[in-house]
Structure formats: structure tokens, C-alpha cells
């Protein structure tokens, strides 16, 4: 490919010279544009050396104007680099005193804008015409839609150092969103009350390892979050519209399934009339309601079976910047493909070790929690207790190491129901019967009752949050107000 002539990219020098020249006249009006406007954003290099300083001088709680421009110029040895004094007297007279510095500052950071993009698509299709570039196809595409995404969000996508002041009051805003929010959580709320307490909510860049044996329930709990931390979206005014949107990856349910089991729980409806169509013309009615109603949903479902963790970072990318997200779900870790790297390739818990670490970087990148699935080893089928426990998780290094929370669904009744007594030999009818007098009692007991085990939390306590399960529509929420919040254990 020719290269790129940078003479004939988007610029416009006499708007940075109008820009400038506010600034030398209004040291104040800095305010207004400092938050998004960088030197490296003006096209001229005279521009960015003179922006540059102006932004240094008026930091420290200087004066910038031509002088001070020209002492600090002088003393670097710079002055006729810049063009010497005549020109920054040029800059000076520049600008009038009607000009609206916002809009030129918001000028000449699209014009960067502009020229970063024609640059990206031009390193883009140089690597691509290269066929000996080292980088496979799809690296190449994971690569190119970082840097879009990174364009998009934050010009050049650069975070550097900040001040233990700034990260301070930041911390304070949290703290401050948790106080007034109703139900005193900083994150999205989980729509479970004890649940919330104990983690305050689903937070931002947070990884949350959601892990259970099969049946446990804990797809159903990551729908039951989805749904409703998506229906509170879809409430909120308030909330920004880049932050409103639920992506749900799921690698082992179709979308028409989730979306079946998620309306089964809204509706109260037995999740086999809906398979089956066994209804009454009133409760069809009811759900076709159901439908129209929640056709809005800010919750989107990519079924795409063993999709890999580019492609996952991708498309979270393309729908934060298209539609808004402000929470993943992925169903399930061990369902993901590696990227495709060959130091990777054939060993599983390297594979693994590169997902989760995909997905916490993920979280931070897009500022969203991220919640994944997991399964457990067999192991613990053979324990007399069977409630998980961190050493039960598959690959568990560096899931349990890359995680913020990892917490584990039980459902006791899952195992005292399956347990139904059997005669032994030689045994008595009246003991016979006792024993089974017991375990009926048992099952009954333990046949809503739900556990989610918080098995590790970055950020609090650990420790058992009890919930009501209702297998029938494959629902967890809350249980009765009479019941305590959990005893907080360190």
C-alpha cells in the first residue's frame, strides 16, 4: 500500500489558533476544555508544544500568557521552535473576545478524532494486505475492533496515573450513589435482597464466578439477575443510556429457550405449558401481554455455540457502543474456546487461565460486572457434605485467582430428594417407616429453600445467603420479610 500522506488529513489551523489564542486571553476558560482536550490533539506541532505549556503553567497556578510563554520557551531553548515571539504574539490576536472556546476545543478534538480513525483504517488494511504478518486473521480482527472501540469511548483510548485526590473523590461518588440508593448498595441491584446486602450489588469491572453441579440452579439464578437487573433499566429515567443493556452469552441454551425460561418466571407459568402449548386460551392471552409488554427489555442473548473470548470482548464492545451494556452474563467458562493461540492450543487449563483472565480485563476495560458461569469437579458428589467449596471449582487457579467474588449455588433438597429410602434387609416395618417419615420431612423442609455461597469476595465478607427457589417456573428471589439478613462472618 502507498503510504499514508499526512498533509492531506483532517486538520483546521486557524480553529487551534483561535483556541489558543482564548486561552492566552482567558486563563480560566482552560476549565471548560481541559477535562477531553489534550496537546497530542492538535494537528500542529507548534500547537501541541504551545498547548502543552500553557496547560503546565496554569496547573500550577501560573499565569499563561505571551510572556510567560516566551520565558518558559526561552529558558527550554525552544523559543524559535515555536516560531519566536512574533508568533506567539499571532496566537494572542487570534481569538476574539466572543469566541465560544467549547465549541473550537470540541473542533479540533473531532479533527483528531478524524485523523486517528483514518489511521487505524489504514495500519488495519496495511496488516491485512500483509499475508506475512505474524498475527492470525482473527487476532487481526480481535486487534482492530479494540482499537474502533478504544476511538470510540476515549479518543486514543490512553488511561495514565491518577492522583490519590481524584480516585478519592470517586471513591466518595460511590459511596454516596450506595447511601442514597434505595436498598443501600453502591452496584446494580441483583433484585435479591440478602443477596445485595452481603455483596452490595453487582459492581463495576467486577468478575463474578457464579459456580454449581448440574441441577443446582445456577443458570436459572444468572437469568433471574439478568432479568432483573435488565427490567430495572428499562425503568430507570435516570439512568445514562450507555449503561442500560444486559448481554447474555449463552453456549448451551438456545436464545429461545432462555427467553422461554425467563418468561416462564415473569409469568408464573409452568415452563412445560410453554414447550408444550398445554394452556388455556386466558393464560395464552396472558403471556402474548407478557410479550408485548416486555418486547423493550434492554437485554440482548448471543446463543453462538463455542464462541471464543475475542469474539465475546468483540461483540461486548460493539453493543456498549451501539446500544448501551452495563452488565455481561456468560453461560458457561468451560464452554468457551481458547483465541486460538498456539502456546495455548491442546492445553485446557492454560486455555482456561486465558478466559478468565479475558473476562476480568473485560470488566475493567468496559466498566461493567461480568458474570460467568462455571461448573465443579465431580469430587464433591463423593463427600458426605456436598456444599462446594473453592477447591471444587474446574481449572480453579486461575478462576479463583482472577475473580473479585466467586460464589456457589446448593440446593440441599437436590440431594435429600433424590435419597429416598430403601428397605434394608432385615429391617422392621416401624423402622422402615421411621426412616422414611424423616426424609419426607426433610425433603419438605428443604424443597424451596436455595443457598448461594459466597466462597470468596475481594471486596467484603464471606459467608450463606439463603433464597426462595421455585423449581415449578425455575425462580429464585427473596424469602419471607420475616426471615434476617445473614449473620455477616469475616
Known sequence: MEELDVTRLPRNIEAEQALLGALLANNKAYEKVSEFLRAEHFSDPIHVKVYDVISRLIQKGHVADVITLKNYFEQEGTLNDVGGMAYLIKLSEASSPLTNIEY?????????????????GYDIASEAMNENFEDSTASQIEKAEKRLFDLAMHGDGQKGFQDFGTTLNSTLQMIQKAYEKEGKVSGLSTGLNDLDYRMGGLNDSDLIILAGRPAMGKSALAMNIAYNVAESMRMNDKMDPHDKGVAIFSLEMSAEQLAARILSSITDTPGHKLRTGDMELGEFNRIAAAVREYQKLPLYIDDTPGININTIRTRARRLKRTNGLGLIVIDYIQLISGS???????????????????????????????????????????????????????????????????????????????????????????????????????????????????????????????????????RFSNLSPDDHLPEIRG
Do not use: C
Open 340 to 474: 486460538g493461540d498456539k502456546k495455548s492450543e491442546g492445553n485446557r487449563v492454560q486455555e482456561v487461565s486465558e478466559i478468565s483472565r479475558g473476562l476480568k480485563i473485560l470488566a475493567k476495560e468496559l466498566k461493567v460486572p461480568v458474570i460467568a458461569l462455571s461448573q465443579l469437579n465431580r469430587g464433591l458428589e463423593q463427600r458426605d457434605d456436598k456444599r462446594p467449596l473453592m477447591s471444587d471449582l474446574r481449572e480453579s487457579g486461575s478462576i479463583e485467582q482472577d475473580a473479585d467474588i466467586v460464589m456457589f449455588v446448593f440446593r440441599e433438597n437436590y440431594y435429600i430428594h433424590n435419597a429416598e429410602p430403601k428397605r434394608n434387609t432385615g429391617e422392621t416395618d416401624e423402622h422402615f417407616a421411621k426412616r422414611t417419615e424423616e426424609w419426607q420431612q426433610r425433603d419438605r423442609e428443604t424443597a424451596n429453600l436455595g443457598e448461594v455461597i459466597i466462597g470468596k469476595h475481594r471486596h467484603g465478607s464471606t459467608g450463606t445467603v439463603k433464597l426462595f427457589w421455585n423449581g415449578e417456573y425455575a
Open 104 to 120: 473550537y476545543a470540541q473542533f479540533v478534538y473531532d479533527k483528531f478524532l478524524r485523523r486517528e480513525l483514518i489511521s487505524t
